[in-house]
């Protein structure tokens, strides 16, 4: 694994060869690259060139006063995409919670170089904004930091995925929680993100598990037929919870519609 930045996005990367089809990974709300920690030691790390970003104001990556809104940083990170990637060579995007409105959106952004895309728990329903709304409940980031540090710092000495969430929350701004908050929330009344997923052209798929995805959105799947895949027994972080087999089917996904 290598670290590159790039128009202020920091990028854990590991090149096969430049002609091969590349993944980008996308984190969730407070989250950041950390949570694909284990992809570089996947099958994948052979078979694609891999990208893993901290969105602005996330991870490692400052907060960027010209890319406030989570939009905005769709079109950012777009932009990175096409700086690094060749003309002719398709690209994968993964995305996970509320980090897939921006997977959605690069999909329709780089519509004609898109291969597939995984969305993981990302937010089809307003039923899936349970963390990324809190910060709309407190007058200042500051004030919601504290609520957020102190209940995550509880779920990590009970659960083992959260560990992993609470670091990467500590290196989180508390001005870019914030605008991902209020931001995104437009995007998700009236379920206009499961719609705008749905209507995606390329190839794609829901992934989700039966512990933590609500039941408006298990709705949602079953009623407008999004192709989804479930693992049952499994939480929201499928990444770390589930990595083996997460990566191997990633990997098989990819493989049905494009052959190295």
Not at 82 to 93: A, G, L, R, S
Not at 128 to 136: A, E
């Amino acid at each position: 694994m290598k670290i590159k930045v790039l128009d202020g996005i920091f990028i854990r990367y590991n090149i096969v060869d430049k002609t091969k089809q590349s993944i980008w990974f996308l984190h969730g709300f407070a989250d950041s690259g950390l949570a694909y920690t284990e992809v570089f030691s996947s099958d994948l790390a052979s078979e694609f060139n891999l990208y893993v970003v901290d969105l602005p104001g996330f991870g490692v990556s400052p907060v960027n006063s010209n890319y406030v809104s989570i939009k905005e940083q769709a079109g950012l990170l777009s932009q990175v995409i096409e700086k690094e990637t060749e003309n002719n060579v398709e690209i994968n995007i993964v995305a996970h919670s509320i980090g897939a409105l921006i997977g959605t959106w690069v999909c329709q952004q780089l519509a004609s170089k898109i291969n597939h895309y995984i969305n993981i728990e990302g937010n089809l329903t307003e039923a899936d904004s349970y963390f990324s709304s809190k910060p709309l409940q407190y007058n200042t980031a500051e004030e919601f930091t504290r609520f957020f540090e102190k209940k995550i710092f509880e779920k990590a000495t009970k659960e083992e995925r959260y560990k992993r969430y609470y670091c990467s929350f500590r290196l989180s701004e508390p001005q870019g929680m914030r605008n991902w908050g209020i931001t995104s929330q437009e995007h998700i009344k009236d379920n206009q993100c499961g719609f705008e997923f749905k209507d995606l052209t390329c190839n794609k798929v829901y992934i989700w598990g039966d512990l933590d995805t609500p039941k408006d959105t298990q709705n949602f799947i079953k009623e407008h037929n999004i192709p989804n895949k479930l693992y049952k027994g499994v939480g929201h972080w499928h990444m770390l919870e589930n990595a083996k087999h997460f990566y191997t089917d990633i990997s098989e996904m990819i493989k049905k519609v494009y052959f190295i």
